[in-house]
């Protein structure tokens, strides 16, 4: 995903800087407003002017979190907007190069896509609008589904049966490795809304990467006789034979993980964290996007090791009711009901799921925590897909799963958009209603067939 997230709101800052300019006007007016009222209310000459000052005060703060919401829900529709780019772009680009790479083979098109997703978010440099920036989004998400696809199939045609569950988990925890490395990056380099095109250059430098990969990297033996005795029709293939369940079960499985982590989690989570924390605590989405990421990297390397030994399918259930336990208590889905409802909950059911609202240590564990369960799920999907499908079709049927399910994840991202709007602005409210899709995974996961003990389709 390279550092495109955390120069995404310093850009918008920059590119939108005159069409938020009447908001901020108006929030800096609140807020002269709330302090001259303040201290009316403070030494007032008399109980009149008390209680017109009180007046004015609250007028003037429902002014200024007007004005701020709605500066922040234009942010967060083109952040939205973002990541549905960068869904939908991933998502054909794991069909386009995932059918290449059955064709063709595995390194050289996964070269072509690392060359791709490098060149145009370099590109992002040039940008003067927010609509490029989509555009420019989409393009580079296209060779970043489609290495994916090529990546994963490489590595599993490699390994023997017994070391699958633990390559697979090594894949999941690869990406999350550079996500902290991206947040490192974050906490020590504090991006601005005029440092942002430089960060956007620096992600040209994987380019270099193709190059090695060409040169060093050995194509598939397994793909090579594969094809060597079948004709490789992988589309046709996957549409028209029995392949057509499992390709849909896979994309489900892989739509409920990527719209609860790109809905709520990787995405939004990070942003939520820097509006809380404000101007006190300048690296605070960094630091959250580290420890999201730690909990990723170990939660990616558990969960094919436990599917290992417990199969695919309890493995996954476990996964969807650990995250929407885990989210529900970070978000608070109790915030989804009836002010009256929470009221009237339990003290136990309030603790549990009421939700944070403060950024400090309490709120940093309970992120470890989330990115834990969350992410692991990308340690599973590596395991299982690849098991669905044989060899010929392999690259085209993981990848068109797991990337298609990117295009349900896009909708969920465009959903945190508005539902960001409907909720006022907050962020936890619109997180926890998109967590609400593991309970889709906890029922569709026994329809699927338990691939534990087999050996990887030919």
């Not at 992410?375 to 499908?389: D, M, R, S, T």
Request: a positive charge.
């Amino acid at each position: 995903m390279g550092l495109f997230p955390i120069a995404a709101r310093p850009a918008l800052q920059d590119l939108l800087r005159e069409q938020l300019a009447p908001l901020h006007q108006a929030v800096a007016e609140s807020e002269q407003t709330i302090a001259q009222a303040q201290r009316a209310v403070a030494e007032p000459e008399s109980d009149q002017q008390r209680a017109e000052a009180e007046k004015t005060l609250q007028e003037a703060e429902r002014a200024r979190q007007e004005a701020k919401g709605r500066a922040e829900a234009e942010i967060s529709k083109w952040i939205s907007v973002f990541v549905a780019m960068f869904l939908f772009g991933a998502a054909l680009g794991g069909l386009l190069f995932g059918w290449l790479g059955d064709r063709m083979g595995r390194v050289r098109t996964m070269a072509v896509t690392i060359f791709a997703y490098s060149i145009f978010t370099g590109a992002c440099y040039f940008a003067t609008a927010p609509w490029q920036l989509a555009v420019l989004r989409f393009l580079a998400a296209l060779g970043m589904g489609g290495e994916w696809s090529l990546g994963v199939a490489l590595v599993v045609e490699y390994w023997p049966e017994k070391l699958r569950p633990l390559m697979a988990g090594i894949i999941g925890a690869a990406s999350n490795v550079g996500f902290a490395l991206v947040a490192v990056v974050a906490m020590v380099f504090h991006v601005t809304a005029d440092s942002w095109r430089w960060i956007m250059l620096a992600c040209a430098t994987p380019a270099a990467l193709a190059v090695l990969i060409l040169l060093l990297i050995p194509e598939s033996r397994r793909w090579a006789e594969s094809v060597k005795h079948t004709s490789a029709r992988p589309i046709r293939e996957i549409f028209t034979t029995r392949l057509v369940w499992p390709t849909l079960l896979a994309i489900c499985f892989a739509s409920v993980a990527l719209i609860g982590t790109w809905g709520a989690v990787s995405q939004f989570l990070p942003t939520w964290t820097d509006q809380m924390a404000g101007l006190d605590h300048p690296g605070a989405k960094g630091t959250v996007q580290l420890l999201i990421s730690i909990g990723a990297i170990a939660g990616c390397i558990a969960a094919p090791l436990v599917g290992g030994k417990i199969g695919r399918r309890p493995a996954y259930f476990g996964l969807c009711v650990c995250s929407l336990l885990a989210c529900g208590y970070l978000f608070g889905t109790l915030r989804l009901l009836p002010q009256s409802v929470q009221d009237s909950a339990p003290g136990w059911l309030a603790a549990a799921f009421g939700g944070l609202s403060s950024y400090g240590p309490h709120f940093l564990a309970a992120t470890v925590v989330v990115g834990f369960f969350t992410a692991a799920f990308y340690g599973w999907l590596p395991l299982y897909l690849p098991e669905l499908f044989p060899t010929r079709v392999r690259a085209t049927g993981q990848g068109l799963s797991f990337n298609f399910g990117r295009i349900f994840a896009a909708f969920g991202a465009l959903g945190t958009g508005q539902l960001m709007g409907f909720f006022g602005g907050s962020y936890p409210r619109a997180c926890a209603t998109i967590t609400l899709v593991y309970l889709v995974g906890m029922v569709l996961i026994w329809l699927a067939p338990e691939t534990k003990g087999k050996p990887l389709p030919d």
